[in-house]
């Protein structure tokens, strides 16, 4: 409904101060002539386009900058909604006092004072749409004293949602009068970006992010996932562990807490490599904002991920694919990347496989010619899936974010150390992952995804078989009954059978058993 009006204001904003005013201004006997010149004008003064688009973001800021980011660079279009808000930032002042008081009191349904014993009225971060804030909690929890209170205001959220559905709208009349939107897809663009933003203000959704996080890399030195205070996290407030940081762009920052930004770039690109294609869960729309760095002497070095908002996962599939895929472009081998496409499904069936090849030699060797130290790994793994394109195939466009997220994390690790050598760290990491997947690390984990699945079907095996054979010699010797002595010794030879199967089984299960310590045993 809010949507629905927001549209109807920008409509009536257009017929009472524009369509009207230019009919009024218009030559008495010449007004189509004149009007269908003045738009010819418009259209080719730049200086009009940058005044409209000074207006826009009045009307519906969050639709202004999502389309003057997209106009701008359109590969981006599914993270460039959540950097429009991050850009208007300043169109609202914080919550202070007894207005912070009393939303806070909302959201935790308690008064603040029995939760809260000390909290900064000055937020370290504001948002249009949210605040974070210093605390100090009544009781510890979880050993853990000095919290991050992050508060969600709600009248703006539902501002950015309608901003959102707005642009749902504009997309769905765009798709209805022009063909070009209908083959972009505006519309299913549009309905992402809303789910997206949705997620993005989800803060219990945040809050589950984190706690998978910190289990995914809780015995890693390299990073440090804050602890989610759950007896506090509401629909409006996600409360975690308070970390003292710099910003990990923040060089003199770190030179100042005695911490290499050199290991800390390396770990940068490491964890995020491992968490895309190894854990499978990672940062969709990583970038400087979002990446700090451990000043407490306990944890000093140790990277900080600020932001939980936008995670994304990868199926095994997937991170099999990149993964191998990767090990192959590195060593140059396209034809094995070209059948890893194929058996992926990302290029139609009638593609044929020494195009492909073709196809990722000519984009990749040039990569190849600079010094490794150079060389851009993000650049390379965007030709790794973005190659088959030409034959009319497409990848998921979760490995498309995982790219990004690498691509992201070694700029910003170039950013921190210019000298880094991304492409040896990139090689190395998925090179390790595609050994650990094709020894028998891996072995053991398919093994133990296979067994509820055979611990289901072996037990079944010989009624399968007795069932097949016994509807086989029926076919082969018409009534079964003119033929009982055949169906005896053929029952009698599956008894055999179905004893040795249920010892043969029985022997590899335990054969199993030991090979699997063993090989443990040996990895240690």
């Known amino acids: 409904m809010l949507a629905r009006l927001r549209q109807l204001r920008l409509l009536f904003c257009a017929l009472r101060y524009g369509i009207r005013l230019i009919w009024l201004a218009a030559p008495e006997h010449h007004k189509l ?14 200086r009009l386009a940058a005044r409209l688009s000074g207006v826009l973001p009045k009307l519906a800021p969050i639709a202004g900058a999502f389309a003057q980011t997209l106009s701008a660079r359109p590969e981006l279009a599914t993270i460039t909604l959540h950097d429009a808000i991050d850009a208007i930032e300043h169109f609202e002042d914080p919550l202070t006092g007894a207005e912070l008081d009393a939303a806070l009191q909302r959201a935790f349904g308690k008064p603040v004072q029995t939760q809260l014993a000390w909290i900064d009225p000055t937020p370290c971060h504001n948002g249009w749409c949210e605040q974070t804030h210093v605390a100090r909690l009544a009781q510890p929890i979880n050993g853990h004293q000095l919290v991050t209170v992050r508060l969600l205001r ?28 209908r083959r972009l897809q505006l519309r299913a663009l549009a309905q992402t970006l809303r789910e997206d933003l949705q997620r993005r203000f989800d803060l219990r959704a945040q809050a ?3 706690s998978q996080s910190g ?4 015995d890693d030195t390299r990073v440090l996932v804050p602890d989610v205070i759950w007896d506090l996290c509401t629909a409006q407030t996600l409360v975690v562990q308070h970390i003292d940081t710099v910003r990990a762009t923040d060089v003199i920052g770190l030179a100042e807490h005695r911490i290499n930004a050199a290991s800390v770039a390396a770990h940068l690109i490491e ?30 070095g140790r990277l900080i991920f600020a932001s939980a908002a936008l995670m994304t996962s990868l199926s095994s599939p997937e991170r099999e694919f990149f993964v191998h895929g990767a090990t192959a472009l590195f060593e140059q081998d396209y034809a094995r990347l070209a059948e890893l496409h194929h058996h992926a499904g990302h290029v139609p069936a009638h593609a044929r496989t020494e195009r492909i ?10 990569h190849f010619a600079d010094d490794s130290s150079e060389r851009s790994a993000g650049a390379l793994f965007h030709h790794l899936l973005h190659a088959v394109q030409p034959f009319g195939g497409e990848v998921s466009p979760r490995l498309a974010a995982a790219q990004r997220a690498f691509g992201e994390a070694e700029t910003l690790a170039r950013t921190m150390h210019p000298d880094i050598d991304a492409w040896s760290i990139a090689k190395t990491t998925l090179g390790d992952i595609a050994r650990r997947d094709l020894g028998h690390h891996g072995w053991i984990k398919r093994l133990s995804q296979e067994l509820p699945h055979l611990a289901q079907i072996a037990p079944r095996v010989p009624q399968l078989v007795y069932h097949f054979m016994n509807r086989h010699a029926n076919v082969a010797h018409g ?28 022997a590899c299960a335990v054969s199993g058993v030991f090979i699997g310590v063993a090989a443990t045993l040996v990895s240690f």
Do not use: K, Y
């Not at 002539?33 to 730049?46: G, K, Q, T, V």
């Open 33 to 46: 002539h004149w009007i269908l010149s003045l738009a010819a004008r418009m259209r080719e003064d730049e």
């Open 154 to 181: 709600t009248q703006q959220t539902v501002q950015v949602d309608d901003d959102a559905a707005l642009l749902c709208g504009v997309a769905r009349w765009l798709e209805r009068l022009s063909s070009g939107a």
């Open 208 to 210: 589950a992010n984190l």
């Open 215 to 218: 289990h995914h890399l809780a």
């Open 271 to 300: 964890v995020v490599t491992q968490q895309a294609f190894e854990h499978g869960f990672f940062h969709a729309a990583l970038d400087a904002r979002r990446v700090a760095v451990s000043v407490e002497p306990e944890t000093r």
């Open 357 to 366: 090849e073709a196809e990722l030699r000519t984009r990749s060797e040039a």
């Open 479 to 506: 009534q079964p009954g003119a033929h009982a002595g055949t169906s005896a010794g053929i029952l009698e030879s599956l008894r055999r059978e179905h004893r040795r199967t249920r010892a043969l089984l029985i």
